[in-house]
C-alpha cells in the first residue's frame, strides 16, 4: 500500500537550516510529481512547494521562495524540503503529499513537527 | 497569493444538506477546473474528498459533490452525519502554477 513517511522536524532557533525528508514505498515513486504542505499550530493548511515526477518543474509559495528548496532522489525513493534562513512563522507541521492532477491526491503523510524558536 | 475565501463555519442538523463555499479569482478557481475539497479531522492529515471541481476518489461517499460558478466553487454534503463534523478545505491552480488553499471550514453537526 502507499505510504509517505516525513521526517527532520524538530526545534531549531531562528535564522538556521533543516531539511525534511518524506520516504514513499507502496509506487512507482519516479512517476508522480510530489507536493509539500504545511499547517501552522492551529490554523489552515498552506500549500509550499511541487517537484515534477523528473524534478524538471519546480514551483514554491512566495512565502518560502528563495528560502526552501524541494528536491527528490528517485534513486532512493524520497522527497526533501532544504529550509534555510527559517522565521518564526515557519512553524508548522510539515506534510508530503503525492500529485494527482496538479494537486495533492489522497495519498498524504502524518506530517512532521518543525518549530523555529530561540 | 492570497487565500481563497471560505466561510469560517456551516452548520447543519444530521440529515440536511449544507454547502461550503470557495471564492477565488479570475486568475484561480475562475480560470481553471482544478479545485479540489480536503476534510481534515483533528490531529489527522488531510483526506481528499473532491478532486478536479466534482469527481469524487474511491471510496468517498457520494453524499459528497462539488461543482462551480465562475470563480466560486462549491462542496456540498448532503445528509448530513456526525461524523462530518470537521475542517474542510478547498484547493486552486493558479495562473502562476502555484497552488492556493481557502481559508478553512469548520462544518459542525447540530
Known amino acids: 500500500q502507499v505510504q509517505l513517511v516525513e521526517s527532520g522536524g524538530g526545534v531549531v532557533q531562528p535564522g538556521r537550516s533543516l531539511r525534511l525528508s518524506c520516504a514513499a514505498s507502496?509506487?512507482?515513486?519516479?512517476?508522480?510529481?510530489m507536493h509539500w504542505v504545511r499547517q501552522a499550530p492551529g490554523k489552515g493548511l498552506e500549500w509550499v512547494a511541487v517537484i515534477w515526477y523528473d524534478g524538471s518543474n519546480i514551483y514554491y509559495a512566495d512565502s518560502v521562495k528563495g528560502r526552501f528548496t524541494i528536491s527528490r532522489d528517485n534513486s532512493k525513493n524520497t522527497l526533501y524540503l532544504q529550509m534555510n534562513r527559517l522565521r518564526a512563522e515557519d512553524t508548522a507541521i510539515y506534510y508530503c503529499a503525492r500529485r494527482m492532477s496538479k494537486m495533492p491526491g489522497a495519498y498524504w503523510g502524518q506530517g512532521t513537527l518543525v518549530t523555529v524558536s530561540s | 497569493q492570497a487565500a481563497l475565501t471560505q466561510p469560517a463555519s456551516v452548520s447543519g442538523s444530521p440529515g440536511q444538506s449544507i454547502t461550503i463555499s470557495c471564492t477565488g479569482t479570475s486568475s484561480d478557481v475562475g480560470a481553471y477546473d482544478y479545485v479540489s475539497w480536503y476534510q481534515q479531522h483533528p490531529g489527522k492529515a488531510p483526506k481528499l474528498m473532491i478532486y478536479d471541481v466534482v469527481y469524487r476518489p474511491s471510496g468517498v461517499s457520494n453524499r459528497f459533490s462539488g461543482s462551480k460558478s465562475g470563480n466560486t466553487a462549491s462542496l456540498t454534503i448532503s445528509g448530513l452525519q456526525a461524523e462530518d463534523e470537521a475542517d474542510y478545505y478547498c484547493i486552486s491552480y493558479t495562473s502562476s502554477s502555484t497552488l492556493v488553499f481557502g481559508t478553512g471550514t469548520k462544518v459542525t453537526v447540530l
Open positions: 507502496g509506487f512507482t515513486f519516479s512517476n508522480y510529481g
